[in-house]
Structures are given as structure tokens and as C-alpha cells.
């Protein structure tokens, strides 16, 4: 393994990122389940928190890729949001999101919603600078 390659390993461990959230009416729509865009907005922001403690740099959100939703989720629900690089580039990096749903009053979750999210980071002057600089390619 070369030394990027443990350098990645390390930071991916140290940056996989869950968020808790409960599902109450105002995050929810007519059938009283969670709205789609919300849920998207809560993967993209946990996939930003892991992107940005993988490399420490600023990064903007560039794709997501096919979002697939499995179940959906109640109003009531509890849910974890668990963020984890799984590709790094070398400007670029993609963190994957699964979403798990679970009932407060009994044991037991299932995933709901996973996704991937690619990210690019940028220097001041707004253009892609390495993820790894003291690493590279």
C-alpha cells in the first residue's frame, strides 16, 4: 500500500460523519412522510461535513448520483444519516449516504434512502486544487 493510499485510508476512517434527526410535521408532505427534498438536503449536508474532514479544504457539491429511495418515512420516525468517502481523486472525492430509519417506541431500523455525492475542492480563485496536495497522484 502506498503512502497515499494509507494516508486516504486514515483520513476516510476518521471522517465518516452520523447525523440524528427526528422527522417532525414541519420536515414532512401531504402523506405525512418526510419530503424527498428535505431528505436530500440533510445527505448532501452530511456528505459535505465528511468530505470537508477527509481533506480540510473548501468544497463544492458537483453531482449526486442516482438517489434511490427504498422506504419512505413517517412523520414520528428517527432517522440516521451516515456519510462515508468511498473514491478519492485528485481534486475530487465522492462520499456515499446511507439514510436509516427506525420508530421511537421500538427497536428495530431499516435503510430507507442511500446516495452518492461527489465533491470538488476549490482554491480561493474558485478553481479545483488537490485534495491531498501533500500527496500527490
Known amino acids: 500500500m502506498s503512502p497515499r493510499e494509507r494516508e486516504i485510508q486514515r483520513r476516510t476512517e476518521l471522517s465518516e460523519t452520523r447525523v440524528a434527526k427526528a422527522v417532525f410535521p414541519p420536515t414532512t408532505n401531504h402523506h405525512n ?18 468530505a470537508t474532514r477527509f481533506c480540510r479544504l473548501p468544497l463544492v457539491t ?30 475530487s ?31 480561493e480563485d474558485k478553481k479545483p486544487v488537490p485534495v491531498l496536495p501533500e500527496f500527490p497522484l
Open 93 to 123: 472525492l465522492k462520499v456515499e449516504v446511507s439514510v436509516y430509519v427506525e420508530s421511537m417506541y421500538s427497536d428495530g431500523r431499516e435503510r430507507a434512502i442511500s446516495g452518492v455525492f461527489s465533491f470538488v475542492a476549490v482554491g
Open 33 to 50: 412522510t418526510l419530503f424527498g427534498g428535505t431528505a436530500l438536503a440533510w445527505m448532501d449536508e452530511v456528505s459535505f461535513i465528511a
Open 62 to 91: 458537483v453531482s449526486s448520483d442516482r438517489i434511490d429511495f427504498k422506504h419512505a418515512i413517517a412523520a414520528g420516525s428517527i432517522v440516521e444519516l451516515i456519510a462515508r468517502v468511498i473514491k478519492v481523486g485528485n481534486t
